[in-house]
């Protein structure tokens, strides 16, 4: 079977506008996933994408052990004696206590927060986790 120059054009045609049509669609693909990203960040989607839930703290606290972790959700609980605090952080998987060196978000305010998460009552086989914020101020969202 002999090719002829023109099949040849029209095959090397058609190669370079698949290349382009996926160039082009992973550029549209990039592009949506920005503009998706970019768009959560005003209802908090992304600070909780990029956060640990709370209930795999809570479940395997041995797991993140002297690790730096990040949690959001909603402030449900809150006290504290002038500087230190303690407030309660519940997202849609479960809740913990955060310890604070600085005074406690309000009731209902939606934080995000790095530290560490740290068993401090063992009762059995059940035990008390609670979170202590270490590296980074709270962060309304």
Do not use: H
Request: aromatic content about 8%; proline content about 3%.
């Amino acid at each position: 079977m002999i090719i002829s120059q023109r099949d040849f054009q029209l095959v090397k045609v058609t190669d370079m506008k698949r290349r382009t049509a996926i160039s082009i669609f992973i550029v549209m693909v990039v592009l949506a996933a920005t503009t998706f990203l970019t768009g959560c960040k005003r209802d908090g989607i992304i600070s909780r994408i990029f956060a640990t839930p709370i209930e795999e703290v809570i479940d395997s606290p041995q797991r993140f052990e002297n690790r730096t972790i990040t949690i959001a959700g909603k402030v449900t609980r809150s006290g504290g004696i002038g500087k230190k605090s303690a407030y309660l952080v519940e997202d849609e998987t479960g809740s913990i206590w955060v310890l604070d060196n600085t005074s406690a978000p309000a009731i209902g305010e939606e934080v995000r927060i790095r530290g560490q998460p740290s068993q401090w009552l063992r009762f059995g086989n059940k035990s008390l986790t609670v979170f202590k914020r270490t590296v980074e101020q709270k962060q309304k969202k």
